[in-house]
């Protein structure tokens, strides 16, 4: 397995190739992203709707399907962000999105056979770039293109994000070596690999650790999280979920899609593909399967070939070298920190929060689940799968 297969990089992981600021949409989309860039004032309103429904619809089915990759994922940025504002920036969500909305939407998605809301990528790994492009991605030198509100507690929720994903691109580039060299049955490379996959943990778990410097709890529950659910398994939208107006193939059915969440992140569930961590039957292992066919397709295609061609787990355990176990099952507890970790911030972030906000409900995950108990099951069932 090569990263540049899957089109990722050792120095950004799943971070797009490109930075979004260097990124120009055609002329078409002038009033799109005047009222993006203008989101913030839009939703102070109380009446973003009213703006949002003025807007012309750019008739992207044909542009959406020829155009460079990187226009389509600048586009889906905006887009995205635009849908969740109408949907959530009033007191009550509406039962419809506008065909103006809901065409585009649909087709930028379907370019990127994605589904047409916010996704993880977009609110992350396409949504950022350096202010000095003469250094690196680091929290001191990234910036967040699109936003809501605005401010620095959304701004520092993204940017850490954006820092964990790429520091995660050494995780990836050595899961792939890790598939060859376990096939070679060279121990000492393996063990090589496994312990600078430990030290690349470390400094992803630094820059998690951070997330309160600029986060508060209480404005990310009421100022940040309202605006990233989706239409799925949420008490303020009809059961079946969001109709979207104009678009023939959906026949004018509600369409019950789940919300932008961090367990769209592709880094976990590459991890546990490479080291052969399994999680029993659970609503929340229902929901992740699920949450897959979320991610962008390259992702996707990353993990399922993980998964496949890794023998990683086989390999050591019959190796003789408690070394190499050793580096192996530390890495394998770096994964259970790090859903430990996610578990305490969700504790402090959402679960101890309280609101009357519409569907912001402290008890389930903007991917419409209730997240605690199975946060903690699947931490649990990934430290107890150690090789020994």
């Not at 890790?178 to 778990?205: G, H, K």
């Amino acid at each position: 397995m090569q990263l540049s297969d899957y089109g990722l990089t050792r120095e950004r992981g799943y971070l797009s190739h490109f930075e979004i600021d260097a990124i120009t949409l055609p002329s078409r989309f002038a009033g799109v992203l005047q009222a993006a860039g203008n989101l913030s004032a839009l939703l102070t309103t109380g009446r973003v709707r009213h703006f949002l429904d003025q807007l012309a619809d750019p008739v992207l089915e044909d542009w959406a399907q020829e155009a460079a990759e990187e226009e389509v994922r600048t586009a889906m940025v905006h887009y995205s962000f635009l849908v969740q504002a109408y949907v959530w920036g009033e007191s009550e969500p509406p039962a419809h999105l506008p065909a103006n909305l809901a065409r585009p939407m649909v087709a930028i998605s379907d370019r990127l056979d994605q589904a047409p809301l916010l996704p993880y990528s977009g609110y992350v790994l396409d949504n950022w770039y350096r202010l000095d492009k003469s250094d690196g991605i680091r929290l001191d030198n990234i910036a967040m293109q699109q936003n809501f509100l605005g401010g620095v507690d959304e701004n520092w929720f993204v940017l850490v994000h954006v820092a964990i994903e790429a520091e995660a691109g050494v995780l990836l580039d050595n899961a792939a070596k890790l598939v060859t060299v376990a096939r070679q049955d060279d121990a000492a490379e393996a063990e090589r690999l496994l312990v600078e996959m430990d030290a690349a943990w470390e400094r992803i778990y630094g820059h998690f650790a951070r997330m309160p410097e600029q986060c508060d709890p209480y404005c990310y529950f009421h100022r940040v999280r309202p605006y990233i659910h989706g239409w799925a398994n949420n008490p303020a939208l009809p059961a079946g979920g969001l109709v979207y107006e104009g678009v023939e193939k959906l026949g004018n059915q509600p369409q019950a899609l789940r919300g932008q969440t961090g367990s769209q992140s592709s880094i976990v569930p590459a991890m546990d593909a490479l080291l052969g961590v399994g999680h029993s039957d659970d609503p929340l292992k229902h929901f992740l399967t699920e949450l897959h066919q979320y991610r962008p397709v390259q992702h996707r295609r990353f993990i399922e070939d993980l998964a496949v061609k890794s023998t990683l787990r086989e390999f050591v355990a019959g190796s003789g070298s408690q070394s190499l176990k050793d580096a192996f099952n530390a890495c394998l507890e770096q994964g259970a920190r790090f859903r430990t970790r996610h578990l305490e911030y969700a504790a402090s972030y959402i679960n101890k929060q309280a609101g009357s906000i519409p569907g912001n409900d402290p008890d389930v995950g903007t991917g419409g689940t209730p997240f605690m108990k199975y946060l903690k099951k699947h931490r649990d069932e990934n430290r107890a799968q150690v090789v020994t």
